[in-house]
């Protein structure tokens, strides 16, 4: 069933720093990436591998979309693009797994009876049939509530205050042992490696004509799952009757006013935010 691309937001977790998020969208699909923050100096060229491993992943997955490949073949080929891009611009070889430029995804590709979706980490969609059942597709919400926890925990451990001081540094070890675990078992990530797409969780999802579908990174989800500022419902029904730029100032506010985290622990001040709102047609 195609789509119809109602409103979209990206805003930058700092408007000095690149948006490690990107989306794009075609009539028949729609996808958000958001880049995992990177944890060193960066390999490619440019000011975040994040950003570029984003955007770059975001176009090869409507490319081979466009040209009329399934979804888990147009993932693979994307992913493959990202790795023969990533070797043959990179400054070195990444000595450990956390210097590997990663991303979640949430992508959302026509099908006969709805549509299919896939997705890594915690990029997720919110679904709503009409006017009543909502579905939360994904699990962003659960990683969230696991990083806070993570986050009070560092920063209780260290005796400051969660977001520090602007810089991750005093929680890089902790970042890069979790990161090191990443692209093995059961945590995989959109990256330069085409083995990822054996792994990337999926779903025949059915919907009807006239549903709507929001596609969003963590960091717009944030206004549910970090801040409570909303239930998964009625940020839904506040997307269709505000808009999502209304949300991002709310978003952006409730940071403002916590800017080290005190109240709500978490690694930055601010995430990258980004959300395609679709309609089914």
Do not use: Q
């Amino acid at each position: 069933m195609p789509f119809e691309i109602l409103d979209t937001l990206s805003l930058p977790g700092d408007p000095l720093k690149p948006n490690d998020d990107a989306f794009a969208h075609l009539d028949n699909a729609a996808v958000v990436l958001d880049g995992a923050t990177s944890l060193g100096d960066p390999l490619m060229p440019g000011e975040s591998d994040a950003a570029w491993l984003a955007h770059f992943g975001a176009r090869r997955l409507m490319a081979h979309i466009r040209d009329g490949e399934a979804p888990v073949d147009a993932l693979r080929y994307a992913l493959a693009d990202a790795k023969k891009s990533f070797e043959a611009l990179r400054r070195r070889e990444p000595e450990e797994v956390w210097e590997l430029p990663l991303a979640s995804m949430a992508l959302a590709l026509e099908a006969e009876n709805g549509f299919d979706f896939l997705w890594f980490g915690d990029c997720a969609g919110l679904l709503r049939h009409g006017d009543s059942k909502l579905d939360v597709l994904g699990h962003s919400f659960v990683s969230k509530a696991r990083e806070a926890k993570g986050a009070a925990t560092a920063a209780s451990e260290l005796k400051r205050a969660p977001v520090a001081e602007g810089s991750l540094s005093p929680y890089l070890p902790l970042l890069r042992r979790e990161r090191n675990r990443m692209n093995s078992g059961k945590r995989w990530a959109f990256s330069p490696d085409p083995k990822a797409a054996e792994h990337v969780l999926k779903a025949p999802v059915r919907a009807k004509k006239g549903a709507h579908l929001v596609l969003a990174s963590d960091g717009f989800l944030a206004l549910v799952s970090d801040y409570g500022a909303y239930t998964a419902e009625s940020l839904f029904a506040a997307v269709l009757k505000k808009g999502l730029g209304p949300l991002g100032e709310e978003l952006r506010a409730i940071e403002d006013k916590d800017p080290e985290g005190r109240k709500f622990p978490r690694f930055k001040k601010s995430d990258d935010a980004t959300a395609v709102l679709l309609k089914l047609v």
